[in-house]
């Protein structure tokens, strides 16, 4: 089960860090990310992480405002992201699978968390 937190309504430029913990098994071999999804459009992947070998993968699109971690102890993910456009407004949700982390890979969704950025 992946459960996520921390999304909610900021301003454009501004900050917030989302969280998703895993319970139930553990997901060191597998791949940790997010993805997101705006009003009438499709999922599309923002960003995850592997732990051995360590690599992270970032969608074009927040390429240097968003930044992923995992702490492997707490089974959670994190995903740090700075100066949100509104463009950003979307569910966000966490995911694992095999690197590097298709949509068509993941083996279970959280249940999504909005975040909102007004202009």
């Known amino acids: 089960q992946l459960v996520e937190s921390g999304g909610g309504l900021v301003q454009a430029g501004g900050s917030l860090r989302l969280s998703c913990a895993a319970s139930g098994r553990t997901l060191s071999s597998y791949a940790m990310g997010w993805f997101r999804q705006a009003p009438g459009k499709e999922r599309e992947f923002v960003a995850a992480?592997?732990?051995?070998?360590?690599?992270?993968y970032y969608a074009d699109s927040v390429k240097g405002r968003f930044t992923i971690s995992r702490d492997n102890a707490k089974n959670t993910v994190y995903l740090q992201m700075n100066s949100l456009k509104p463009e950003d407004t979307a569910v966000y949700y966490c995911?694992?699978?095999?690197?590097?982390?298709?949509?068509?890979?993941?083996?279970?969704w959280g249940q999504g968390t909005q975040v909102t950025v007004s202009s």
């Open positions: 992480i592997r732990w051995s070998p360590y690599m992270t």
């Open positions: 995911a694992y699978g095999p690197a590097p982390l298709t949509s068509a890979q993941v083996r279970s």
